[in-house]
Nanobody, 120 residues
Framework: QVQLEESGGGLVQAGDSLRLSCVLSGGTFRSYDMGWYRQTPGKEREFVAAISWLSDKTDYADSVKGRFTISRDYAENRVYLQMSSLKSEDTAIYYC?????????????WGQGTQVTVSS
């Protein structure tokens, strides 16, 4: 059973940087597309960034383009979200997910989330 665990959240000030990490266990990390989503109270979970299983494609929400970078480390089975120039509106619980594998099969794998709070 695939499990995802996020870490790296915290309280930072506007303009600061933060790096989130997500480790995948129980599956073959290199086979999965990976993504980050975020959610604030009363709102739906929204897409933040994604990276393909080969790392040849990345995608970002317009709200984070130029500020956030997604990457992955195959040796560590980790996907990262480097966040810079943080804004108060980036405050949310950030979730890691593995939505599909290299053969196109879809999954509903999610981590438990990590809280990011940006004070202005």
């Amino acid at each position: 059973q695939v499990q995802l665990e996020e870490s790296g959240g915290g309280l930072v000030q506007a303009g600061d940087s933060l790096r989130l990490s997500c480790v995948l266990s129980g599956g073959t990390f290199r086979s999965y597309d990976m993504g980050w989503y975020r959610q604030t109270p009363g709102k739906e979970r929204e897409f933040v960034a994604a990276i393909s299983w080969l790392s040849d494609k990345t995608d970002y929400a317009d709200s984070v383009k130029g500020r956030f970078t997604i990457s992955r480390d195959y040796a560590e089975n980790r996907v990262y979200l480097q966040m810079s120039s943080l804004k108060s509106e980036d405050t949310a619980i950030y979730y890691c997910n593995a939505p599909r594998d290299q053969w196109g099969y879809e999954y509903d794998y999610w981590g438990q989330g990590t809280q990011v709070t940006v004070s202005s």
